[in-house]
């Protein structure tokens, strides 16, 4: 037997499955990562990373050995507060000498 129209109006506008929105959520909730490599003063590296540690956005921080002292994983909602964070709060730290950034593109 064939629907009745009110019955096909109700299919046309009933929801999208659950599979449709959560990709849309999924995609809300990607961050804004990058990962930056620190050079610090001689003797200062333990000093430094509890510094870093406690700075907004950091999400990890480890002492490394090899050409840099330490490597430093930024997160946020946008680019610009892991930007600002990188500029106005890591490389202005008094025993930073130098630093290396990589913005996450994918992943």
């Known amino acids: 037997m064939f629907a009745k129209p009110a019955e096909l109006a109700r299919r046309r506008n ?6 449709f929105y959560s990709h849309f959520l999924i995609v809300a909730r990607m961050t804004a990562k990058a990962f930056v490599l620190i050079n610090t003063e001689l003797g200062s590296e333990v000093d430094a990373v509890r510094a870093i540690k406690n700075i907004a956005n950091v999400t990890e ?12 994983k930024v997160e946020s909602d ?4 892991v930007k600002d964070t990188i500029t106005h ?4 730290l008094s025993n930073v000498r130098s630093t ?8």
Not at 14 to 19: E, N
Not at 78 to 81: C, E, F, M, N
Not at 89 to 92: D, E, M, V, Y
Request: glycine residues 8%; without cysteine; proline residues 6%.
């Open 89 to 92: 709060n890591l490389r202005t």
């Open 61 to 72: 921080a480890f002492l490394v050995y090899g050409t840099y002292d330490i490597i430093v």
């Open 14 to 19: 009933r929801s999208p499955p659950l599979g």
């Open 100 to 107: 290396l950034s990589m913005v996450v593109v994918e992943g």
């Open 78 to 81: 946008t680019l610009d507060k």
